[in-house]
């Protein structure tokens, strides 16, 4: 594998998600893998997860790792072709996604949607300009419009912690008083599409997701309905798709302990970080059915793999 852009870089989930759990169990299995080699992590977003399970990972394969902040501290990119380059921006990715190839044997960037227009967010400009000028692999640590590492994490959760082969999966949405990006929920579509789940996605009128991600998923637009005998209920807010960034803050959808009382005594996931009692209630985040600690501690496994197939791809 070169680049893991996103979660259709993924060529067999089962082998790869027992690979993951086996190398849960013995971390450091492969620390020879990375010697000498380094990873050089680029963020134009905050992070607390990814940045650090990213970095565990590396570490756990032997790899250096350099971190970089982009906001604030790097020079501001400019990626369109041909254009004079006399207003804001210092430095063209041409140049900077080569330079850091020089730094660096893989790189793994994050950079989010800005939710002000969907045609230029949907283009993956950042990611795509990167993976086209570096000459070294990139890792998508959370792009405009996916999360393939948090959705590799949470096939890695769902698969240790399901009862019988074909659970019941819920993705419900739930307010939030800022907009949020799609992508953890477009990847996590993408991701039960390939799993074997009865999958339902559940959120109020006008807050569709990209139907040619959701494709033909069932959408229950009535959250109750759709939660009864689940046996995992991941929850996550997403700004509207059709209204494009609109903030969805109704809590007639936040998750109470009544609402989980209808499923199946299912998992309660969430990809975090979480605004208690705005998504969810005190008693379901720290009840006994919430795994959101072990998902994200799954975080580093799923990266580790990642790196791994790169590594040994070199
Ligand atoms: N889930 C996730 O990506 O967390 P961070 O934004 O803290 O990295």
Redesign the pocket.
Known sequence: MNNYFSVQDIDALNDWVNEAIVLKKNPLSHNYLGKNKTIGLLFF???????L?TQKAALNLGMNVMVMNFTGEGWSLEYEDGVVMDQGNSEHIKEAAQVVSQYCDVLAI?AFAKLEDREEDYKEKVLKSFIEYATIPVVN??SATG?P??ALTDAITITEHKKVRKPKVVLSWAPHPKALPQA?ANSFVEMMQRMEADFVITHPVGFELASQITKDVPIDYNQENALKDADFVYVKNWSSYSDYGQIGSDQQWRITEGKMKLTNQAKFMH???VRRNVVVDDAVLDGEHSIVIEQ?NN?TYAAQLVLKKILEAK
């Open positions: 977003n905050p992070s607390l997860r990814t940045r399970s994050r640590m959370e999360h590492l948090q953890v990809c975090l970080p994200a975080r």
